[in-house]
């Protein structure tokens, strides 16, 4: 895979949470255990993207670490979950395309502002990416991460496990004043200071919730920052189609598949290669991405 997202454009797929439910899931149960109770429907969501031209698909397991588990009672299903998301995705996506195993943040904060341990989170994500592995994974991606201790602690365990294969780090960034910052206070700059010398495949930035033209910015930022650091680290980037509406209660994301394909250009031409859709994009946006981009 290292060789194939080194020949340049290399296209993720696009939510799983909204086609989930777009296929009858019920908003609020736990996705991660559906890899198990409906593997029919998490691998019809990978045929989707597939077809609309994904290089890769994300492992249905952003939250499956004990942590985030234990939530919906499944603490002690993390191994089982995680084999089975990634065997689904590997059938989908056969040996020509790839498959990236999919790591969440656990939802808590590491001691002192919480009570995680940061042995026992590193266990954790390491107990995680085995599963993983297992299941036949080709590379791992630590995504909507915005502490810079936790992310740390999970590529120290995804590598720690995972021999030679690449790993992608990815924080999740608001738009702050004249800057950008995760929930935590990181800026993009101490992001890349400290994840790149931690040795990745690839750093970006996934989620947040700002307008197009605003991803547009941060990736040129995430560019100039990781190229000072770096000539061999690929730039990532997962944007949400645009900033959500809230409806009912309900975040709604309107940004139309040739407009998310208009700003993923952009996002492309300053130097970004690895491109997928976050929260509120399905595989309209990715075609309508791949169209643009190829
Ligand atoms: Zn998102």
Redesign the pocket.
């Known amino acids: 895979m290292r060789e194939r997202i080194r020949q340049g454009l290399f296209l993720l797929d696009g939510a799983m949470g909204t086609e989930l439910i777009a296929r009858g899931v019920e908003a609020g149960v736990c996705n991660d255990y559906l890899n198990i109770e409906s593997a029919d429907i998490v691998g019809d969501v990978y045929r989707s993207f597939l077809l609309a031209g994904s290089d890769a698909v994300l492992t249905n397991t952003f939250g499956a670490n004990k942590y985030a588990l234990s939530r919906h009672g499944f603490a002690d299903k993390v191994r089982e979950i995680n084999t089975a998301a990634a065997e689904i995705a590997r059938q989908a996506a056969g040996e020509k395309k790839y498959v990236l195993g999919d790591i969440g943040p656990t939802g808590d904060f590491l001691e002192p502002l919480g009570e995680l341990k940061a042995d026992e989170l590193k266990d954790a994500y390491a107990e995680q990416a085995a599963g993983l592995l297992a299941g036949g994974v080709d590379g791992f991606i630590i995504e ?1 991460m915005t502490a810079l201790d936790e992310i740390t602690i999970a590529i120290e365990a995804v590598k720690s496990v995972c021999g030679q294969a690449p790993v992608f780090a990815s924080m999740a960034f608001d738009k702050a004043g004249d800057d950008f910052r995760t929930m935590m206070g990181v800026d993009v700059e101490s992001a890349v200071a400290k994840i790149v010398p931690l040795g990745v495949e690839a750093v970006g930035f ?2 947040g919730k700002m307008l197009l033209n605003e991803y547009v910015e941060l990736a040129k930022k995430e560019v100039l920052a990781i190229r000072a650091a770096s000539s061999e680290v690929t730039v990532l980037a997962e944007p ?1 189609a645009g900033k959500p509406e809230l409806i009912d209660g309900k975040a709604v994301y309107k940004v139309l598949p040739d407009d998310f394909a208009a700003a993923v250009g952009k996002i492309h031409s300053a130097g970004v290669n690895i491109i997928g859709g ?2 509120g994009t399905g595989p309209a946006h990715i075609e309508a991405a791949a169209r643009k981009l190829r």
């Open positions: 909507t996934n989620c949400n976050c929260c």
